[in-house]
């Protein structure tokens, strides 16, 4: 498994993505995926974090798997309060995001917006993050509307921090997070509740 996740890894590095956007694309933290990139180097030793991939294509492969999947998290999201926006972080959070929000229109009769957000990750290759990410003006705003966050996994949070603070500062309000995957366990980001399919726990 770990030599599959190298080789993907050198191989999309290869095809000029950035260490965030590997590791969103292999389901993996950004130490997890720089450590994998760096394993090209016979010289380079440092030990692999500790980490779980997350391979979930049998949902994301399929469109009726997807949409069932995305009818439970609609369902979940619903408990925090109805919503006018579900903003999809790109790559991975966008089919549930544009999906949800045809289930949110269907179980609440309000007309449901779709917002694409683009990381900073995916601009940069770099740990300076001093900018923050950016909603696309090509979908919904978000300015005065509550605003669903859907992603597929959360590995720290820093993303999902990042797109809260986005939203907050457009004058957006978000009511709640949901994933498929929370591999930090986390129950809040910034005082916005986080829900999820699966919680993953290391013991």
Not at 42 to 65: C, H, L, M, Q, Y
């Amino acid at each position: 498994m770990k030599e599959k996740l190298i080789l993907k890894a050198q191989e999309l590095r290869q095809h000029g993505f950035t260490t965030g956007e590997i590791a969103d694309e292999l389901n993996v933290s950004m130490d997890t995926a720089r450590w994998l990139i760096l394993q090209k180097t016979e010289e380079v030793k440092v030990e692999a974090p500790v980490d779980f991939a997350i391979n979930w294509k049998s949902i994301g492969g399929n469109s009726t798997r997807l949409s069932y999947v995305s009818g439970a998290l609609s369902d979940i999201a619903l408990t925090h309060g109805e919503a006018d926006v579900v903003c999809g972080i790109a790559v991975s959070g966008i089919p549930f995001a544009t999906v949800m929000a045809e289930f949110f229109e269907d179980m609440t009769g309000i007309d449901t917006s779709l917002a694409i957000f683009h990381p900073n990750k995916h601009r940069k290759d770099s740990d300076d993050f001093d900018d923050e990410g950016t909603i696309s003006t090509n979908f919904g705003t978000v300015e005065g509307k509550k605003v669903v966050i859907v992603d597929d996994v959360i590995t720290s949070g820093k993303t999902v921090k990042e797109v809260i603070h986005t939203v907050k500062d457009l004058g957006g309000e978000p009511t709640c997070v949901t994933v498929l995957i929370d591999k930090a366990g986390l129950s809040e980001i910034e005082g916005i509740p986080v829900e999820s399919l699966i919680k993953v726990s290391r013991l």
